[in-house]
């Protein structure tokens, strides 16, 4: 109910956001015409459409996003015909003729609907202005599509986009009300009702052409992340919507039933292992372990994950790796496979690219762990890093329960290298995405082109800000090189700086080479180049490419792309 009523007001607050601006001209061209039968049908169709469109790019992938841009260029051309007929009353005249031609009788019950500004012409005006409306995705509206996106098709993604379109129908309905009120006074009181109306017409054209160049997605979203969104993490902060969830620890000699495990099934691929099932798995103690390859979060676990499976699975411990991807390259079963050669993981991992494992077990992050007793039931759950000798405590308690006789009651004791080895206190930069979907923090001048070859160029940095040079194109979830010669730079404070990364083409690999503070990395290089900075991309995975001796420590990185044909989706610390 809470994230409903969030959903509810951060809609609310689009109409202060400079990109709802195309739509405005859409809304006021009824402002003349009864709200009930005019305005109100088309705030609703307006509001249903939205909410359908994005539960299906939610949960349906690119097919529909492509499909709504088909969508978008069709409710183009209606609402472009729509500004020239409010401008010229004889083009809309001769629109209408083949109408009249059906009859006498359906040409004036369509003239006296269209008259008496009908329900339907109405709502199905908003049905087209809906497919143009492109609301500035703040931290709220981000929140529920990813969540959507992770958690798959339900009534409560349904009900959350509702309630974000609602809110923003709710103050369009408003302005609406008092514009059509100065609206009518306009007419009345100077006699200009044909200026006004070939106004709006120009205003609806106006609309047309803010949206096909793109200035709905692109410059006004930019302009608008400064505003809202600044309020929409407020109200995220204040009730805590947001806020990562915490495993409560619980007493060892009383650890609860959290609910029982549910079912392996719909994973796409087993690695290390037949499938196995729940019933198999009755009488071990079970440890599942969500986790996606490029996450360096889930990479600093790994050691701890793949000690408690070598000390204990004599003793009846099973441990179940769940690889649920996190960017499309990770559903490879070939880059999988690979990473679970380098990552040395012996155990058996089920391949959950269709997120089936996930959604039963209801979870939400990554790394997560899930202690399981042999009687087939949850007794304890971990998210994120850290804890690891409770969590070692957790297996031995159960493994007691189990029956198993002489459980060792040490912990391992783990010295990790390379981007397993744990992060350090002083990391002050945060994972940072490439991609537009989620980025923060971009400042290159013009800021990003959607979809769309850019030529980029440097600007000066602050602590986490990033920027592109070069020629890019950049994507949802990633940026594409188009020309040697492009360069990312970033302003962090932190002892590791990893990036993911890999080539546009497998089997074509790509030349970098990395400065810090504008020289070559020396004893600051990370594994994967050498002292002058130089390496090489040949897969899709997580980069260490600096790895500061004397510790956390503001520096200026960049990293030049020798060769085109990369693709670069986040930047993570330790």
């Not at 015409?33 to 939610?58: E, N």
């Not at 900075?533 to 030049?560: C, H, K, M, P």
Request: charged letters at 15%.
């Amino acid at each position: 109910m809470l994230l409903i009523l969030l959903s509810y007001l951060a809609g609310a607050l689009t109409i202060l956001s400079p990109c709802i601006l195309p739509v405005l001209p859409f809304v006021f061209a009824r402002a003349g015409q009864p709200f009930l039968k005019s305005g109100l049908p088309l705030l609703l169709g307006m509001a249903l459409t939205f909410a359908g469109v994005a539960t299906l790019a939610a949960v349906g992938g690119g097919w529909a996003v492509q499909a709504n841009q088909v969508g978008r260029w069709i409710a183009l051309a209606v609402m472009a015909v729509l500004g020239l007929t409010l401008i010229m009353p004889s083009l809309a005249d001769r629109l209408t003729r083949p109408l009249v031609a059906l009859g006498s009788r359906l040409s004036e019950k369509a003239s006296a609907e269209q008259q008496s500004g009908g329900v339907w012409p109405s709502f199905l005006l908003g049905v087209a202005t809906g497919l143009l409306w492109a609301p500035c995705a703040g931290p709220i509206l981000g929140l529920i599509l990813t969540g959507a996106a992770l958690q798959g098709a339900s009534v409560g993604t349904t009900l959350l986009l509702a309630a974000y379109a609602a809110g923003a129908a709710t103050s369009l309905a408003l302005a609406l009300l008092i514009g059509g009120k100065v609206f009518q006074t306009m007419k009345r009181s100077l006699g200009v009702g044909e200026w006004v109306r070939k106004g709006l017409g120009v205003l609806v054209l106006i609309g047309v052409a803010a949206i096909a160049l793109g200035l709905d997605t692109g410059l006004l979203t930019r302009l608008s992340s400064g505003g809202t969104n600044r309020i929409e993490q407020s109200l995220l902060s204040r009730f805590g919507a947001a806020q990562p969830m915490n495993a409560v620890r619980a007493p060892l000699n009383a650890l609860p039933v959290e609910g029982a495990m549910p079912p392996l099934t719909g994973a796409t691929e087993w690695i290390n292992s037949p499938p196995l099932t729940t019933e198999q798995l009755r009488g071990k103690v079970v440890l599942v372990d969500f986790w996606t390859y490029s996450c360096i979060n889930c990479v600093r676990t790994i050691p701890y994950v793949r000690a408690w499976a070598e000390k204990y699975r004599d003793q009846g411990l099973v441990v179940i790796g769940v690889h649920t991807p996190e960017f499309a390259f990770e559903k490879s079963p070939a880059n999988v496979r690979d990473a679970v050669r380098r990552f040395d993981v012996t155990y058996p991992v089920a391949m959950d690219n269709a997120f089936a494992i996930w959604r039963a077990f209801d979870n939400r992050y990554w790394p997560a762990h899930y202690f399981i007793d042999a009687t087939g039931n949850i007794r304890y759950h971990h998210f994120g890093e850290g804890d690891y000798e409770h969590s070692e405590r957790v297996i031995q308690q159960l493994l007691k329960e189990a029956g198993a006789a002489n459980v060792d009651q040490a912990v391992v004791q783990v010295r990790a290298q390379g981007a397993e080895a744990a992060a350090t206190a002083e990391v002050a930069s945060p994972e940072t995405y490439v991609g537009y979907a989620r980025a923060k923090h971009f400042v290159s001048p013009g800021g990003f082109g959607f979809d769309v070859r850019k030529t980029y160029a440097a600007a000066p940095l602050k602590l986490n800000d990033w920027s592109l040079s070069g020629d890019w194109i950049v994507r949802p979830e990633h940026a594409d090189l188009q020309a040697p010669g492009g360069r990312l730079a970033f302003l962090f404070k932190a002892r590791d700086l990893h990036l993911v990364m890999g080539p546009s083409n497998m089997g074509q690999p790509v030349r970098f080479r990395v400065r810090i503070d504008g020289q070559a990395p020396s004893a600051d290089a990370g594994v994967d180049i050498d002292s002058q900075g130089l390496g090489r991309i040949d897969s899709q995975r997580l980069y260490q490419l600096v790895r500061q001796s004397g510790g956390a420590r503001e520096r200026t990185f960049e990293i030049e792309f020798l060769d085109p044909g990369v693709q670069v989706f986040a930047f993570t610390f330790g």
